[in-house]
């Protein structure tokens, strides 16, 4: 786990149990037999402690939500980011349409805003509209960050979603950057390791809200007391995460069900040159890390966004079609491409459509 200082959590359904991961930041879920007990706590059970310390690949998280189907077509399935910058009759139309094309799922920035746009609903309030007004298409948040949002409240509106989708929702999760996002609620800046460590304190508790009945944790970022959500449930809404270094990727290979990239550099000190040859990397780093971790790296499907960097995918129906050789040569399995927006936007929609028939399942 990334991250550094003192991490105490407590968890169990009935009575707790605090862990303190050691200088090496170990998995603050699976602690050793050198934890740390809390004396102001009761003594936990000898079946508790077994369970907290059991290794995470006895309960592999793969086994237990596969993301989806894959089209038997191309082997690759197709998303799309939507945008919620308009009037939401405007943007149920633009959902209505995204489902009558086959397209697997939307998925929405999750921002404060975008770029100054006069309009920018909140993510989880316009899923939950997208959800009432659909019925077969797929959601998600593309991503939700802790800049501004808490795990425990997270982990209550996925739980939420997950319900009233009837399980179509993803909660997509990343680190977030600097920016707006980052400074709306204050507090001092934080440098690129330090969001790192945030975001796998973040990500550990996201996932032990959702499959825990009772949390109750204290970390260097978070704290939550004596928290039941609902969680605990054998099947709880998927997770993915987006990565594009080691530290990110190690949280996605052991919480995920689906790894998320796009075609933009993050680190222009690793940029492999094009977005093609950068995921290229990125996906070899990435099998690297299953293989360290024991996780067969078939179990954790890859979605790469593509037309935000420096693909272009809707720009004719042939540019797609290279997008989706080069990319499904790599193996990813879902490509996420653009609501169409601007002048070309009625052009680059008959591409999508046309995409769409090509990929959907029969």
């Not at 949390?215 to 809404?237: K, L, M, N, Y």
Request: include cysteine; hydrophobic fraction near 40%; charged fraction near 20%.
């Amino acid at each position: 786990m990334a991250g550094t200082g003192d991490h105490l959590v407590a968890l169990a359904p009935a009575r707790r149990v605090a862990v303190r991961p050691d200088a090496t930041g170990a998995d603050i879920t699976a602690p050793t037999t050198a934890a740390t007990l809390r004396e102001d706590l009761p003594a936990p059970s000898p079946a508790l402690l077994e369970r907290a310390s059991r290794p995470a690949a006895q309960t592999p998280i793969w086994c237990r939500t596969p993301y989806g189907p894959t089209s038997t077509v191309t082997g690759v399935n197709l998303d799309v980011i939507m945008w919620p910058d308009s009037p939401w009759a405007d943007m149920r139309q633009e959902w209505l349409q995204a489902e009558e094309f086959g397209l697997g799922r939307g998925w929405l920035y999750d921002h404060l805003n975008l770029n100054d746009r006069p309009i920018w609903h909140e993510s989880y309030t316009t899923l939950a509209a997208a959800a009432a007004a659909t019925s077969r298409i797929g959601m998600g948040t593309m991503v939700t960050a802790p800049n501004f949002r808490h795990p425990v409240t997270t982990a209550k509106a996925a739980l939420s979603l997950d319900a009233l989708s009837e399980g179509r929702f993803v909660l997509g999760l990343g680190a977030g950057g600097p920016g707006a996002d980052s400074d709306a609620l204050g507090g001092a800046p934080l440098d690129r390791a330090e969001r790192t460590a945030r975001f796998a304190e973040w990500t550990e508790l996201i996932d032990l809200l959702l499959t825990r009945d009772t949390a109750d944790f204290a970390g260097r970022h978070f704290t939550a007391h004596q928290v039941e959500i609902g969680g605990g449930e054998a099947r709880r809404p998927p997770l993915a995460v987006a990565a594009t270094a080691r530290r990110g990727m190690e949280l996605a290979v052991r919480h995920a069900d689906l790894w998320i990239t796009q075609d933009i550099s993050q680190n222009p000190a690793t940029y492999a040159g094009t977005p093609h040859a950068e995921v290229r990397r990125q996906l070899a780093l990435l099998d690297e890390i299953c293989a360290e971790q024991g996780r067969p790296p078939e179990t954790l499907p890859r979605l790469a966004v593509l037309g935000y960097g420096g693909e272009r995918p809707l720009a004719s129906i042939e540019a797609f079609r290279d997008c989706l050789g080069r990319y499904a040569q790599l193996g990813i399995s879902t490509l996420a491409v653009l609501w169409p927006r601007g002048e070309q936007a009625g052009a680059q929609l008959a591409v999508l459509e046309q995409a769409a028939a090509e990929c959907r399942l029969p």
